[in-house]
């Protein structure tokens, strides 16, 4: 992947303004502004179950790709993971981590929300300025996702969850209910490793999708064909056939399905309310359904259910007479044994993992993986095994060892994993807070609030003037985005981030970094620039690009900075190493 769309188009407006009649700092600046246009591209440089029962013996790796390694599968590369992949070697790292399981949404209110059954004041009269955050935010989840995906030690788990939650789409701009989100998210951190058959069920079932897609309540009159269409066009099959290797049947889009197998699947998928436990002060609506409660799976109501016969998209045959637990297992039925499943789930997972454009041999062995079950040691046996899925594209011959990766592989890393990747790097910390509303706004990834079921952005979403080539976190960059992307590690080198901590966050942590361990080598700018070069991409700089670097490093001294040039060199060096298109785009 070339590095396009990292050009600003001047230097960003938080860039540090020299004094007057500073010399020595002009000569730094100088220095400091050509390798940062260099680095931008705009110059030269050269471009669960199922695992082992026992643990697999060490199978060191190189330091290359180990980085590699931990770029794709967890939040961002820091030295120590760095070293324990190297020591272990992939497939090790690997079975440890589909046995790690710790990481949760626990910050926000409860289920309140749907049990205030008082007609004289709302819920949120008597409960503070925070109320709303509390209870009907995703503000509480933001917290917890950065806590644990830049300090947690399940980061695959982690990972893959949140490729997850970019494909089965909700977004905290319609659901308004902090609990009912932290269980979606939950659920989905809970079957990363399983099934994607039973986690197709849990989506399904779960009462927060059900009022996102307008799947709740829906009946055999009428039914919302909201959530059919979705759960074809997003959440399995996509609407155009697929060969196994992930390219389009016969060279070009035939649909997958048409208008009678999504209102199919609507009447199929009609008579199932919320679970118990909700209350209103005005009564439950429509009659014969529960009020709205976000904490367990879907109800069946056998009289809002279709039991007509119906042919479902794939030729899965329901009839007549059906409950809606038996329609719902057909349903399923269809889904997961459909050919266009494997590669359209298999091909977004290997985009969002390691790289946005596969090769049709890579996808195709992702999806055997995907339909066997299996692969190497890893997975169950059973079609739609997760684990099984993971393991296949992480460990595939594309995504491993030291060969040169063609012009076609490789990532942009979004706002999120920019953000998990530059704070794990310098041994940073984050409550969350300044990486919503301030930092997740201005670079156009707001956790938690997709602006649609599409996500922030598509799986097909072009590089510009890159033909078919597709670029997905593209579609977040720009011109304003490039620069933002600067001004947020000024934020962090050159502001202190944020260091006084918000005390309306639970256990404020602020947002900040700890470069006191890179202070001995800044002694030696050519080894301070390797080191970090190696967080950011496994190995040194390109040559022309290394040099123009330690330069810019080397400027900074005493007669610059006469109490803090080391420091300075340290945060002079991060800036321009982790701002480059070799640590913007993962490769």
């Known amino acids: 992947m070339q590095h396009r769309g990292m050009c600003p188009d001047s230097h960003p407006p938080l860039l540090p303004r020299p004094p007057a009649r500073a010399g020595g700092f002009w000569r730094a600046a100088l220095a400091w502004a050509a390798a940062a246009a260099l680095l931008v591209g705009c110059g030269g440089g050269s471009g669960g179950s199922g695992s082992p029962s026992d643990a697999l013996p060490a199978e060191p790796t190189s330091a290359l790709d180990a980085t590699r390694l931990a770029q794709q599968a967890s939040f961002g590369a820091t030295e120590a993971l760095v070293q324990q992949i190297a020591a272990q070697g992939a497939r090790p790292w690997l079975q440890a981590q589909f046995a790690l399981n710790r990481s949760r949404y626990r910050s926000g209110g409860d289920a309140g929300i749907h049990q205030w059954d008082r007609q004289d004041s709302d819920f949120c009269s008597d409960k503070g300025d925070s109320c709303w955050r509390d209870y009907h935010s995703t503000q509480p989840l933001l917290w917890d996702f950065y806590r644990n995906a830049i300090g947690q030690p399940d980061q695959l788990r982690q990972r893959v969850a949140y490729a997850l939650q970019q494909i089965l789409v909700v977004s905290g701009h319609t659901v308004h ?186 996808v195709q062995r992702v999806a055997q993986a995907f339909n066997r079950g299996r692969h190497d040691l890893f997975g169950s046996g059973r079609v739609g095994d997760l684990q099984a899925t993971v393991a296949a594209i992480l460990l595939d011959e594309e995504a491993r060892g030291e060969g040169r990766r063609g012009a076609r592989f490789g990532r942009l890393r979004e706002p999120v994993l920019y953000f998990t990747g530059v704070l794990r790097a310098l041994n940073g910390h984050s409550d969350g807070e300044a990486l919503g509303w301030w930092w997740g706004e201005a670079l156009r990834q707001q956790l938690f609030l997709s602006p649609s079921v599409f996500n922030f952005y598509p799986p097909d979403h072009p590089l510009p003037g890159q033909g078919e080539r597709a670029g997905p976190p593209f579609a977040l960059q720009g011109t304003a985005a490039a620069i933002d992307r600067f001004n947020f590690l000024h934020y962090l080198l050159f502001w202190g981030g944020t260091a006084a901590a918000d005390s ?78 070799y640590f913007q785009i993962q490769r």
């Open 177 to 362: 209910s902090t609990y009912g989100l932290r269980r979606y998210h939950n659920l989905l951190l809970e079957q990363a490793f399983g099934n994607y058959r039973e986690l197709l069920r849990r989506v399904i079932l779960s009462p927060v999708m059900g009022d996102y897609l307008n799947q709740v309540n829906n009946h055999r009159d009428a039914p919302n064909e909201n959530f059919a269409r979705e759960l074809l066009q997003l959440f399995t099959l996509g609407t155009c056939r697929l060969e196994m290797d992930g390219r389009l049947s016969g060279g070009s889009c035939r649909p997958t399905y048409d208008n009678a197998g999504v209102r199919a699947l609507a009447y199929a998928l009609t008579g199932w309310t919320y679970p118990a436990g909700g209350r209103s002060p005005w009564g439950c609506w429509p009659e014969g359904a529960r009020c709205p409660f976000h904490d367990g799976d879907l109800s069946p109501v056998p009289a809002f259910h279709d039991t007509a016969a119906r042919s479902l998209p794939g030729g899965v045959e329901l009839a007549a007479g059906h409950s809606p637990a038996q329609a719902l297992e057909r349903v399923l039925d269809a889904l997961m044994q459909h050919p266009n499943l494997a590669p359209f789930i298999g091909r977004q997972l290997i985009q969002h993992l390691v790289t946005s454009n596969p090769s049709p041999a890579y």
């Open 504 to 581: 309306q966050v639970p256990q404020p942590l602020g947002t900040g970094v700890a470069l006191e361990s890179f202070l001995a080598d800044a002694t030696d700018p050519a080894r301070l620039v390797d080191r970090l070069s190696r967080l950011a991409q496994g190995e040194p700089l390109p040559t022309v690009a290394r040099q123009a670097v330690i330069q810019a490093v080397t400027a900074i001294d005493a007669q610059v900075d006469p109490s803090d040039w080391r420091a300075h060199r340290v945060r002079q060096a991060a800036w321009l190493v982790l701002g480059s298109p």
